[in-house]
Every structure is written in C-alpha cells, then in structure tokens.
T-cell receptor, first 116, second 112 residues
Framework: AQSVAQPEDQVNVAEGNPLTVKCTYS??????LFWYVQYPNRGLQFLLK??????LVKGSYGFEAEFNKSQTSFHLKKPSALVSDSALYFC??????????????FGQGTTLQVKP | DADVTQTPRNRITKTGKRIMLECSQT?????MYWYRQDPGLGLRLIYY???????NKGEISDGYSVSRQAQAKFSLSLESAIPNQTALYFC???????????FGPGTRLLVL
C-alpha cells in the first residue's frame, strides 16, 4: 500500500537559517512526489514535484526538494527561511504505475514556524 | 486558486440535515476530487471523478455522495450530516495525465 510519512508535526527555525521539512514514502513502482503549502484560511498551493530526472527539484518561493530513492525520501528545503514561510506543509505521493492513477496520498502535514 | 472555486466557504448545520458543497473549475481539467482535512490526519480522499461519467469512491466515502453535473462542476453531498463530518473540505482538479492537483480554497463545515 502507498503511504507517506512526515515524521515531524512541527519544525521551528529562525529567520535566515536553512530549513528542512522531512518526508518519506512507500510506494510500488516509481513515484510522483509533490509538496504543497497551506497558509491559514487558504487552500493548498502547489510548490514543486518530482517525476523523473534530476534528483534536486526547484519550486516556488525559493523552495527545493531532493529525491533520494535509496532512502525513499523527498525532503523539502530552503537555504534561508522567511517569517512568511510559516505555514502547514504537505508531502504527497502517487505511484507511476498504479490502478489508482491520479490519486494522491498525503502525509499528515508539518507546521513550519519561522521566528524573527 | 481562483481557477477552482468552492461554495459555501463556511457552513454551520445541524445533525441530520442534508447539505451540498459545490465546486467549479475553469482550468478545463477532466479530473476532479473531493478531500476532507482533519487536524493531524492530512487530507483524505472522499470521491474522485475522471470524467462526467466516471465517479469513484475514495478511502472515506461512507456518508457522502457526489454528482458530476458537467466537466467543470463536481458537488459533494452529505445526506444526513453527523458531528464527526465536521472538517475542512477541499475540491481539487487535475488534467488527464493525473499529475499536479490544483485545490480550491476549501469549505469549513461545522455539524452541531
């Protein structure tokens, strides 16, 4: 069965410091991997995705994520955090070859708190 | 976000009442989805539709029904609302490749 784990409920980081939000996945076949961000009282906004190719994926707002097949991870990173990055972040996975094509499985979410 | 709209944005209802949540999209996507979000549980799929004549149950479809009135419209109904259906509900769309999903702003539902 497909699953996604975000091991940290909350990540706290000081503004200007690098940030990492962790995600690991379990899926049969090659995965599509996604990161979404949810600001208060807003819907989910797409940040970036990995389908194939370069393991380092760059996305919106200066975020990037690194696909690591051996560790089945897709951690979200940013070199220098901003207070405005404070939000709820979701990792999601879809198997490339699946009878459930198109269905995303979401992690439980990680709250990122960036302090001035 | 403006490409996917949801109405109402907030709703309070009573146990046993029927309620409908509506979703419209202008992205021209074939696929539409309904999720609910609960704290600590992430998003869980209720129903999904790959086109007007193709509707499928997700992982938590009990107590819900859907209607795909047109390519652009996908509504979610709670036939007899109960308090544990209190949640934030999201509609999403994707193209026929099933890649990136685009989400609406959500409907916050409170069932008393």
């Amino acid at each position: 069965a497909q699953s996604v784990a975000q091991p940290e409920d909350q990540v706290n980081v000081a503004e200007g410091n690098p940030l990492t939000v962790k995600c690991t996945y379990s899926v049969s076949g090659n995965p599509y991997l996604f990161w979404y961000v949810q600001y208060p009282n807003r819907g989910l906004q797409f940040l970036l995705k990995y389908i194939t190719g370069d393991n380092l994926v760059k996305g919106s707002y200066g975020f990037e994520a690194e696909f690591n097949k051996s560790q089945t991870s897709f951690h979200l990173k940013k070199p220098s955090a901003l207070v405005s990055d404070s939000a709820l972040y979701f990792c999601a996975v879809r198997a490339l070859y699946s009878s459930n094509t198109g269905k995303l499985i979401f992690g439980q979410g990680t709250t990122l708190q960036v302090k001035p | 976000d403006a490409d996917v709209t949801q109405t109402p944005r907030n709703r309070i209802t009573k146990t046993g009442k029927r309620i409908m949540l509506e979703c419209s999209q202008t992205k021209g996507h074939d696929r539409m989805y309904w999720y609910r979000q609960d704290p600590g549980l992430g998003l869980r799929l209720i129903y999904y539709s790959f086109d007007v004549k193709d509707i499928n149950k997700g992982e938590i479809s009990d107590g819900y029904s859907v209607s795909r009135q047109a390519q652009a419209k996908f509504s979610l109904s709670l036939e007899s609302a109960i308090p544990n259906q209190t949640a934030l509900y999201f509609c999403a769309t994707s193209d026929s490749t099933g890649g990136t999903q685009y989400f609406g702003p959500g409907t916050r539902l409170l069932v008393l």
